[in-house]
């Protein structure tokens, strides 16, 4: 059969060319953690076999998972990832390196975050492999909601949530600390996509028209209402400025997508300049982050961080000091929120522009997938986990460069955490489950069955 | 739902284009200015580890950097501290730079894009870039005679300065101020020790760190005779040959006190030329001159000589000399005799008498004479310009004459050399009651043919008040520097 009938056009694998995309990433990746080591002491580090040898199992093995679960997915994604990770690594152990230099009881981060690394992998395969379909996760609408509620209030808990920096967003489990809000964001896609399509015609359609906006009846809209302003009021006690933006946008666009009515955006719109504004009034942590904001130079706000990170992506310029060159470990943080200051203090305007068309290629594969998806809620899941990867990546990088003011988030695939990255690779795990459902071509229906029987889809 | 999709994906490319825009604006656009903030430490680690040029004077080093082997590659050097200090000024990690060190710090760090080139190819060649050689210039022997000169009427601890010009192009020969001190102390590594040199430095009150030829103005007292003079002939009412008064004292009108002469005595007789007032710089006909030309042709003059403007680019905050406003007759005839509330650098003295050397014109003092890439390609050379047009040259010939009387057979004899026609003015300035007066003496030489003007102002030597003179501490100085430019 030359094509699909529904779309004439039928895709091919492509996992030829994700291997060899991989094998770039892995060259990237390897050859930045050996660029360090010549950086900072001269030699090739002696551990670069073990290391690069891990690195590339890991994505080999990934390859070979989608390979086998998966033939059809969207062959960048996974290589894009690999190199953002392997990136990510090489920075954050060039940081533990300039660390080790001032003390030698610094407590270093490339091997934690490998160990994630390798947990969100894991989690990866177990998506690929146990979830078949992506439309078994609609089932799991209201399960998932509750569970992201629960999620975002754990650190709230006395015993168990933890205060660092300001935000109460962690918890601590024995040795481990763990960011519930990053899975939470997984979870509330999938509430909000099972929500929309089960009630999308209802929104859009029954209700009243004031002032030439369509508003929706009250019970269709109500419990994801209730839902935006739980996660909302939750984020506000926990002073994580950064995650309330990320879901109040990631609501908005899904409700824009659902419903086709450009109406939503203008009304989330004004509800966000209101919420900002009556933000800004309210909490003193927000004034300082604007005031920070506007003027980093004045010593008004405590903005030393902001403006290190401007020094320092500003001594890096347009090719950088080179890696293991700079001085990254001025910038507090730059572990973690602020990786990309250090990017471009020693990989320069070049390696960060390489960066952000990275994961902007990541958000555009995973729009493509949502377009070619055929339900409406891969649809939807496809679309919000690739709103909300492009405006984490938005606020964070857009923080660090004094784009708009500084909240916290991390910098997906390349922040030191685990639970950012974990919930990462789920992400992408979603995603490559979706475009594989959506790549595929349809079974050859024609003829074998009657054209009247109802079909039979298995959702279960 | 795949329309609001296309919308959000071309959303999404807008936030990624802002991202890209933003950054090149942050990384690219506003990089020069972000590198330029005092409180940016990449920038200063790095110029400290560079290799910065060295400030030369007669080609010999007055600072330079050596390799060092601790966590900066280079270490700032000055091999003559005390003596240049006040014109290489310091380099230190942690209290910034200061005179040439800062004036011509884009040449001495490498950064200035004159350097362009040269950073280019050590960007490809991988080798560190190497800041720039700045040579000055000062005469070597002028300010070592100068040096000396201070040291010997007081030691370490005399408060004084000296400033000398060549008055053909303006070109500093020599500035040297006293109490100086040790810029090799504020260039230390060892970062801990800073703090306390500096509390020390700038808490002083003798102020060491302060250039007394440029950055502090004093009563001229008689040297501000010649400013007088020339005004007086430049109006074209006197020549030196007018008769002035020359009694014991001037009645000051709405006053009852009257201006004596600095001895009590009459200057030698009732009426005498302008050119015995100035030979015995007689305050009696100078203060009485004062109130004939006024004080708006006193001002005039004064700044036609530079008084109320800042002209030195190669030196930071240099000190404005005053002339003051709005003056009544007996606070003109004061300031025609360089009292009341005129004050001069002991430079713009050196540029009235260069100015007056060199046929009128005052030249624009520089300090750097040329400027050299690390290969020793000349980037940039001093192009002596004139600054002002003071007085004719008929006035300048005439105004010598009087100046040559001054050291033949006046008060500025101290000054003489023999076979050598020096012109010259002394002054002896009082600042207040309670403390000692300055003891000023300008001059030049060859006064037919001059190649060095200077001014020599002596604050406090440490003397009892009344060997304090113009003529006895001051002119001698003047005289070795004058001897140094000349015997070279």
């Keep these: 059969m030359p094509g699909n009938p529904l779309t004439g056009f039928t895709h091919r694998r492509r996992r030829g060319a994700e291997l060899f995309l991989i094998v770039i990433s892995l060259i990237v990746g390897i050859g930045a953690y050996a660029a360090v080591g010549l950086g900072v002491e001269g030699t090739v580090p ?34 894009v990832v690999a190199a953002l990770n392997g990136l990510g690594l ?3 152990h060039r940081i533990d390196l300039a660390n080790l230099e001032q003390n030698s009881d610094a407590h270093t981060f490339a091997r934690t975050q490998l160990m994630w690394m390798t947990l969100g992998v894991l989690i990866f395969i177990a998506v690929l492999v146990f979830l078949r379909d992506h439309r078994r996760l609609q089932a799991f609408t209201f399960t998932s909601g509750l569970a992201a509620i629960v999620l975002l209030l754990l650190p709230l808990m006395p015993v168990l949530g933890t205060q660092i920096n300001g935000a109460r967003i962690w918890i601590h489990l024995g040795p481990f600390s763990f960011q519930p809000g990053e899975i939470a964001k997984v979870l509330l896609v999938i509430f909000f996509a099972g929500y929309l399509v089960l009630h999308r015609d209802a929104l859009a359609l029954a209700g009243r028209r004031v002032m030439g906006i369509d508003l929706p009846r009250g019970r269709d809209l109500g419990p994801i209402l209730v839902m935006w302003l739980i996660s909302l009021g939750i984020l506000v006690f926990q002073r994580d400025l950064g995650s309330s933006l990320l879901f109040f946008g990631l609501f908005l666009v899904m409700l824009y997508v659902a419903t086709e009515r450009p109406g939503w955006l203008i009304v989330g719109g004004l509800l966000f300049v209101g919420g900002a504004y009556a933000g800004y009034l309210l909490f003193g942590h927000v004034q300082a982050r604007v005031g920070a904001w506007l003027d980093p130079f004045g010593s008004k706000y405590d903005s030393y961080q902001i403006v290190q990170g401007m020094y320092g992506q500003a001594w890096g310029g347009l090719v950088g000091r080179g890696l293991g060159q700079g001085d990254p470990t001025l910038i507090p943080f730059s572990y973690s929120d602020f990786i990309i200051a250090a990017i471009g203090e020693e990989l320069g305007l070049t390696g960060v522009m390489a960066v952000i068309m990275l994961y902007g290629l990541i958000v555009e594969r995973a729009l493509r997938t949502a377009l070619v998806c055929r339900d409406a809620f891969g649809k939807l899941v496809a679309t919000g986990l690739a709103v909300v990867f492009a405006l984490q990546v938005f606020v964070v990088i857009g923080g660090v460069t004094k784009l708009i003011p500084l909240t916290g988030l991390t910098t997906p695939f390349m922040s030191y955490g685990g639970s950012s990255l974990v919930a990462n690779w789920a992400i992408i795990a979603l995603l490559l489950r979706i475009s594989d459902q959506a790549r595929r071509p349809l079974p050859d229906l024609t003829g074998s069955m009657d054209e009247d029987a109802t079909q039979v889809v298995n959702i279960r | 739902m795949n329309k609001p999709i296309r919308t959000m994906a071309i959303f999404c490319m807008a936030l990624f284009l802002a991202l890209l825009v933003n950054s090149t604006y942050l990384q690219y656009l506003e990089a020069d200015e972000l590198n330029s903030h005092n409180d ?4 200063r680690d790095a110029e400290f580890s560079r290799e910065r040029g060295a400030i030369l004077v007669g080609g010999d080093s007055v600072a330079e950097s050596v390799p060092t082997k601790d966590q900066f590659k280079f270490q700032r050097r000055y091999p003559q501290a005390q003596k240049y200090a006040h014109l290489t000024g310091y380099y230190s990690y942690t209290y910034g730079r ?5 004036t011509q710090n884009d040449i001495l760090s490498g950064s200035d894009p004159r350097l362009f080139v040269n950073r280019v190819v050590d960007m490809f060649g991988n080798s560190q870039p190497k800041g720039g050689d700045v040579s000055l210039t000062i005469d070597p022997k002028a300010q070592e005679a100068a040096y000396q000169g201070l040291r010997d009427l007081g030691g370490p601890d005399i408060k004084g300065a000296v400033v000398a010009l060549d008055p053909s192009t303006g070109a500093i020969l020599a500035n040297v101020s006293s109490p100086s001190y040790d810029p090799n102390l504020l260039a230390s590594h060892r970062l801990s020790t800073l703090p306390d040199v500096w509390k020390r430095l700038s808490n002083d009150p003798e102020r060491p760190m302060l250039n007394r030829g440029i950055q502090e103005i004093y009563p001229p007292g008689s040297t501000f005779k010649l400013v007088t003079a020339a005004a007086a002939l430049s109006s074209g009412q006197y020549t030196p040959d007018s008769k002035v008064p020359g009694g014991t004292s001037l009645d000051l009108p709405l006053t009852d006190t009257n201006l004596p002469n600095e001895n009590g005595m009459s200057c030698g007789g009732d009426k005498i030329t302008l050119t015995q007032a100035l030979q015995v710089s007689c305050n009696v006909a100078f203060g009485w001159l004062g109130m004939q030309i006024g004080d708006a042709a006193l001002r005039e003059q004064a700044q036609k000589f530079g008084f109320g403007d800042k002209y030195l680019d190669d030196l930071n905050d240099q ?5 003051p406003a709005k003056l009544d007759e007996p606070q003109t005839a004061l300031s025609a005799i360089g009292q009341f509330d005129v004050a001069a650098t002991p430079l713009q003295m050196a540029m009235v008498t260069a100015g007056i050397a060199n046929g009128g014109t005052v030249m624009k003092p520089y300090l750097v004479d040329e400027v050299r890439s690390p290969d020793l390609e000349v980037l940039d050379k001093a192009n002596p310009e004139p600054y002002r047009s003071a007085v004719s040259s008929s006035v300048a010939r005439d105004l010598t004459q009087m100046m040559i009387e001054v050291v033949d057979r006046g008060t500025g004899t101290t000054a003489q050399i023999p076979g050598i026609k020096v012109a010259g003015k002394t002054g002896t300035a009082q600042s207040s009651v309670d403390r000692n007066p300055y003891a000023w003496f300008v001059s030049f030489a060859p006064a037919d043919d001059p190649k060095v003007a200077v001014a020599v102002l002596v604050e406090d030597a440490g003397v009892a008040r009344d060997a304090i003179s113009g003529s006895g501490l001051a002119a001698p100085i003047a005289k070795r520097v004058m001897e140094a430019v000349i015997n070279k």
């Excluded at chain 1, 080999?60 to 989608?66: A, F, M, S």
């Excluded at chain 1, 998966?70 to 994604?77: F, K, M, R, S």
């Design chain 1, 46 to 79: 002696a551990d670069i076999v073990g290391y690069g040898g891990w690195l590339a199992v890991l994505v080999i093995v990934c390859h070979i998972v989608v390979r086998m679960t998966a033939p059809y997915a969207d062959p960048v994604l996974l290589p």
């Design chain 2, 319 to 323: 000190a404005v000399s005053r002339f």
């Design chain 1, 90 to 92: 090489a920075m954050i």
């Design chain 2, 40 to 43: 940016n430490k990449r920038v």
């Design chain 2, 98 to 102: 200061n005179a040439v060190e800062l």
